[in-house]
Structures are given as C-alpha cells and as structure tokens.
C-alpha cells in the first residue's frame, strides 16, 4: 500500500473531528484537569522515518497520564525484565481501570498492565530496576522526542498525589498480597508524577514510534526485541482504552493508548504514529473527540490492522 499524503489526511481528520470537539468531560475528578479548556482539540502523525504532519493543537502540551504506563512498560521489558509477567497479567478486565474488585479477586496480581494497580506494579518493577522510575520515563520521552524541556507539570502531580486515594488502596492491596518490592508511597510518588509530564500531540507521535519501528529507536538503537514489541501492541490493542478496548479494535483496528488526559496515542507498526487529544472524555475515561479523530483516520488512510 502506497504511504498516504499524510498532510493532507491530518486536515481531513481535524475536519471530521471538529463536530464533536468539546464534547465529554474534562477529569475533574483530578483537579488541575478539571481546569482545562474542553474545547482544543489536536491531531499529529510521526512516520518511521521521524517525519511529523500536525493540525490544531498539535504543539500544545498537555497531561501524558495513563499513556505513560506504556512507556515504563517497555522500558521494564527494555531491562529484560520477564519477571514482571509474574507480577502482571496480559488480559483484558472488562472492568473500571481504578476497580479493587478484581485485584482482589486475583489475590493481588492485576489483569494488565493499564489498568491502574498493574501500571503501579510496573512503576515498581521500574524503581527496582533503575533507581528512580520517573526520571527512566522522562528520559525516555526527552530522547525520542528531542525535547530536553519535557517536564512535569508540578500542579497536576501535586493533585494527583492529594487525590490518589483510590491509587492508594489499590497500591496497599498488592502490597498486602506480597506484591510491591517498593515502600508503597516511594513507588505512588513516581507513578503520579510519571503520569504528570507534559507533552504534546507531534512529541507523543514521536516519542511512541519505537513501537511503529518493532522496538527501534529514534537513534537506531534497540529499546525492545521484535517480539516484545509486538507483545506490547498486542496488549495495547486488547487493554489500552480501559474497558473500551473492544469499541475501540471495532471502530479504529488500531494498538491505541489514551489517557484522561483526552490524548489517545494509536500505532500503525511498520508505517507510523498518530495521536490525538481532546480533554473531554467519556464516562470510560476516554478522549471522545479524539477517538472520533482516529476512527477517522483509519478509514481515510485504510491503515486498520483488520
């Protein structure tokens, strides 16, 4: 298949997802979130070759949030790390992305590693492997993306952690079932300041490519093997939208991660990136002007896995 003039498909996507910008609802639940303005809307596509097409508030940063989890998860498998297989599943839950029930349930190892006690669980193994877990993502994000400024932003992480409650509970319940190598509070403070780093729809397109490359970076080195890399799409497909993820292979066929943030991040291996973001998210916690995006761009550019 020839590649699309992607230019002109980003400005075809911003037309289809310009009805239904400002739709949903910001996080408020996250107070910094609840403080965004609901109506931007952003969309960018990075090929494997690092060329970056992006409209609307492509350049804007905003709250990576449950995107990051992605990024710590390859940087664990990045370690050789297999031994977090026995402390996290690779299945889709069906259930709330913050839900104790099924921790519970599995005495203490979670589904996958998206939902939010497997992303802590992997926040973990990283703080164990390197020292310091944020700092492991940030870098990470800072190279592929060639931006040295990417920081956290201080007044998200700061709401994060007074309002983490639930973050908590799921933390000290796999605490309880011998299941954090970390005090509790070291390995809540990276996380939410992990998923408190700002970066904008063309950044995130770039720093995810590695995925697009079967684990390749940005400078020819390898962060993954081929078939970790693609373990890592799967799971991204099957639990990457929450308790969406079947919606979402229906109507984009695409490895998609979002966050509450309202970015989603969508993988096309072998050819590209896009990402789109929308602060207004559903009740699932998902972008819904940006999932609009990329079911739209799916069915311009016929880049759908299925």
């Known amino acids: 298949m020839p590649a699309p003039n992607y230019q002109d498909v980003v400005e075809q996507v911003m037309a289809a997802a310009r009805p239904r910008i400002g739709a949903g609802k ?26 970056v097409h992006g409209s609307g508030e492509s350049k804007t940063p905003f709250t990576i949030e449950s995107i990051s989890k992605l990024f710590a998860l390859a940087l664990v498998l990045g370690h050789d ?13 069906g259930d709330p992305f913050n839900s104790l029930i099924p921790l519970q349930l599995a005495k203490g190892v979670p589904g996958n590693p998206f939902v939010n006690p497997g992303a802590i669980v992997v926040t973990d193994q990283l703080l164990h492997d390197t020292g310091d877990a944020y700092g492991a993502v940030r870098a990470l994000l800072r190279a592929e993306t060639g931006n040295p400024q990417l920081h956290v932003d201080a ?11 639930r973050d908590r509970a799921l933390a000290y319940l796999t605490a309880d079932f011998g299941n954090m190598l970390n005090p509790v509070h070291e390995t809540l403070d990276h996380y939410f300041r992990q ?10 397109a770039l720093a995810a490519l590695f995925q697009a490359r079967h684990g390749v970076r ?10 970790d890399a693609r373990g890592v799409n799967a799971i991204v497909l099957t639990c990457g939208t929450y308790n969406e993820a079947g919606e979402f292979a229906y109507r984009v066929g695409l490895p998609c991660k979002s966050g509450v943030g309202g970015g989603i991040l969508a993988i096309v291996p072998g050819r590209c990136t896009a990402v789109a973001w929308g602060p207004g998210v559903d009740d699932k916690g998902n972008s819904v002007s940006a999932a609009v995006a990329l079911e739209a761009f799916v069915k311009l550019t016929g880049l759908s896995l299925f």
């Not at 998923?195 to 995130?204: D, H, K, N, Q, V």
Request: net charge negative; proline share 4%; hydrophobic share 35%.
């Open 218 to 227: 940005a400078d020819g080195s390898r962060l993954l093997s081929e078939e």
């Open 26 to 51: 910001v996080a408020d639940y996250i107070p910094s979130l609840g403080e965004v303005d609901p109506n931007q809307f952003g969309f960018a596509v990075a090929t494997v070759d690092g060329e």
């Open 155 to 165: 007044v998200t992480a700061h709401s994060e952690e007074t309002t983490g409650h």
């Open 81 to 93: 790390d297999k031994a977090i297989w026995k402390r996290v599943g690779r299945e889709p839950t």
């Open 195 to 204: 998923c408190s780093i700002m970066i904008s729809c063309e950044e995130l």
